[in-house]
């Protein structure tokens, strides 16, 4: 759970900083990282559901597949709240990609501290 909600907070510094940069309004910003915070919680919850029920769930390959999964739907929902916030498609797609690259390396040294600390887990 934990690991869950600083991974929303990093996330979210995230889209807001980077939706800053692109349109250099902190209203807007604001509001995509309000919104995607709570969208993203949604989505994110569904995804681990299907996940948790799928029939490869403790295989290789879901471990492969999984963040691909999660990083489409994450993404499209970052394209249909700036692009309805921006009122500009091109915007929202060029936040969406930056954001493919900058949650992939977050996530990687988020994942990779959490694993170092080993916070919550069992001795």
């Known amino acids: 759970m934990f690991k869950s909600i600083s991974w929303r907070f990093f996330g979210s510094l995230d889209t807001f900083f980077l939706s800053l940069l692109i349109i250099d309004d902190i209203n807007i910003s604001l509001k995509i990282t309000f919104v995607e ?3 993203k919680t949604v989505f994110y919850y569904f ?3 299907f996940w948790f ?3 490869v769930s403790n295989s290789k390959t879901r471990h492969f597949i999984k963040p691909f999964t999660w990083r ?3 993404s499209l929902d970052t394209l249909l709240i700036s692009t ?3 009122n500009d498609i091109k915007l929202g797609f060029q936040l969406s990609l930056y954001e493919i ?3 992939i390396v977050l ?7 959490w694993y170092q600390s080993k916070f919550g887990l069992d001795k």
């Open 37 to 39: 915070t709570i969208s």
């Open 47 to 49: 995804h681990e559901r």
């Open 53 to 55: 029920s799928s029939s």
């Open 72 to 74: 489409l739907i994450a």
């Open 84 to 86: 309805t916030l921006f």
């Open 101 to 103: 690259f900058t949650k």
């Open 107 to 113: 996530y990687y040294l988020h994942d990779k501290l």
